[in-house]
């Protein structure tokens, strides 16, 4: 079984938000993080459920290291935009390679 790094955040109303790290990406000489909430029904066996395939929300946060430790902070609403052009293009590339390798 694959290991999950998994946080803990604190909302603003004291409710604890657990947020599964999908990937780290960099952009514009910064760190960001890739996360999607855990679910309570996220679970670690193989049966089909529907909710698998319902949609889920992904977020981003820019990570700031100081020494061994990582701060997960909010991204400024106006880069926003420009992140998700650049992780859509990233994705798409790594498709792309992907695809490139099917085909040999």
């Known amino acids: 079984m694959e290991d999950r790094d998994i946080l803990v955040f ?3 109303d004291g409710n604890e938000i ?6 780290y990406f960099e952009y514009d000489g910064e760190e960001y993080a ?5 679910k309570e029904h996220d ?3 193989d049966h089909d459920h529907e909710h ?3 949609e889920t929300d992904v977020y981003i946060m820019k990570v700031i290291t100081d020494g061994d430790t990582e701060e997960f902070v909010p991204v400024e609403d ?3 935009d420009e992140l998700i052009e650049a992780i859509e293009e990233l ?3 790594e498709d792309d390679e992907y695809d490139e390798l099917d085909e040999e």
């Open 78 to 80: 106006e880069k926003m």
């Open 91 to 93: 994705y798409d590339a």
């Open 52 to 54: 698998e395939n319902a």
């Open 10 to 12: 604190t909302d603003e």
């Open 34 to 38: 890739l996360m999607i909430e855990v």
């Open 18 to 23: 657990q947020m599964e790290i999908l990937d």
């Open 43 to 45: 679970h670690d066996h």
